[in-house]
């Protein structure tokens, strides 16, 4: 059996870039932004994902 460190929500938010009318691949992502928010604690982590680290899709 697997044990977890934390239980919480994760959220993902994008910022598309200036000229996208429609964010249909990582292409037109100008940032990508990961939040963890713990059940038992009041502090959110916030993440700021590079490029290099987004899976080909």
């Known amino acids: 059996m697997t044990d ?3 239980k919480g929500d994760i959220y993902f938010f994008y910022r598309p870039k ?3 009318q429609k964010v249909q691949n990582l292409d037109d992502v100008q940032r990508l932004h990961l939040v963890l928010v ?4 009041d502090t959110a982590r916030l993440f ?3 490029k290099s680290v987004c899976p080909r899709l």
Do not use: K, S
């Not at 713990?38 to 604690?41: A, I, K, R």
């Open 18 to 20: 200036v000229n996208a």
């Open 4 to 6: 977890y460190v934390e």
């Open 38 to 41: 713990p059940d038992d604690d």
């Open 48 to 50: 700021l994902v590079g």
